[in-house]
């Protein structure tokens, strides 16, 4: 069924992208989820939700990302007001 005024817009893989790559949206979000901790390995999963003309889109991973932690750089917050150290 089309709009009030136009019909709606189809959206596409193509058209997604476009949307993303010229920031079209009204609003975005980003989420990682760690899934699993294994040996030296985090399994995440990325997710973006964001609003164009009134419709939400979501765009997921297909497959969990394998990162090494050893990627990773940690520090030591304290107490949270600043850092105190590097943790190697």
Do not use: C, H
């Amino acid at each position: 069924m089309d709009g009030f005024l136009a019909p709606k817009e189809t959206l596409t893989r193509k058209r997604v992208e476009e949307i993303l790559r010229e920031k079209q949206y009204s609003y975005f979000e980003q989420k990682v989820t760690l899934l699993e901790f294994r040996d030296d390995s985090l399994l995440l999963k990325i997710s973006f939700l964001m609003k164009y003309n009134n419709r939400m889109i979501v765009i997921e991973e297909k497959e969990p990302i394998v990162l090494s932690f050893s990627d990773f750089k940690v520090e030591d917050w304290g107490d949270g007001i600043r850092k105190i150290a590097d943790v190697e």
